[in-house]
């Protein structure tokens, strides 16, 4: 693992806090009535915008509302609902496959933990961990692109760290009651503000730092965040 001065828990803690108050949204932006509605919502919103998810939906779920009716569909009539979306025909397969699956082994119902959940087709622990907060209540930190980014970005993390490295170390430095909304805000912050294309980093470091307290932990915090690239130390915290 690359060496990197990352913030501590206390910084760390500081600095997502300013960032949930940047964007205090809570829950996913998708559009959904069920659980087994989220669940297909997530999976079809892989490289592609909530906002293109949210438009084939309707259309989607009237036609096929519950795991039997999208089992018992064709794939072609599944794919013409979600044409519109990227990777249309496999994730029309997904959606079968997993409706099926869900039939075969859990009765029809979305599991409530992580383990059954990344055993359905198309579903990966980011979905899963989706899924189980949105769906279920239960405190998890997913882990989608825009997060792996800002949180490599902001030194909260290795940049070499994996998916599930940046689950791991953000889960054990925040305090469970923050996955949650941190997931959530450090997303929105990436998609709205710290983006994938050229920019102004300034910008994203002078945001936070105006909803950041004025004290040592603090200060400390946005020192690190602000290093760039040719202050970056061997030493790991």
């Not at 599930?164 to 925040?174: A, D, G, V, W």
């Not at 929105?188 to 910008?203: S, T």
């Amino acid at each position: 693992m690359s060496g990197e001065i990352l913030l501590n828990d206390k910084e760390l803690t500081e600095a997502v806090q300013a960032i949930i108050k940047l964007y205090p949204k809570k829950g996913t932006e998708l559009n959904y009535e069920t659980n087994f509605q989220l669940l297909c919502a997530v999976i079809l919103s892989a490289q592609t915008t909530d906002i293109s998810v949210n438009k084939a939906t309707p259309k989607l779920f009237e036609n096929f509302p519950t795991p039997e009716k999208m089992a018992d569909a064709s794939l072609e009539d599944i794919q013409k609902n979600i044409r519109s979306i990227g990777l249309s025909n496999n994730k029309a397969k997904f959606l079968k496959n997993m409706s099926n699956a869900l039939l075969e082994k859990f009765e029809g119902q979305v599991p409530a933990n992580r383990e059954d959940l990344i055993s359905l087709p198309g579903v990966g622990r980011k979905t899963a961990n989706v899924v189980l907060t949105n769906g279920f209540n239960i405190p998890a930190f997913a882990v989608d692109t825009h997060v792996n980014r800002v949180t490599k970005k902001l030194h909260f993390v290795f940049p070499d760290a994996s998916v599930e490295e940046i689950e791991k170390i953000i889960s054990e430095k925040l305090p469970e009651e923050m996955w949650y909304p941190a997931h959530h805000s450090i997303l929105l912050f990436g998609r709205y503000q710290c983006v994938a294309r050229k920019h102004d980093h300034n910008e994203c470091l002078k945001r936070i730092k105006e909803k950041m307290p004025k004290n040592e932990i603090a200060e400390t915090a946005f020192e690190k965040m602000s290093m760039g690239e040719t202050d970056r130390s061997t030493t790991s915290i």
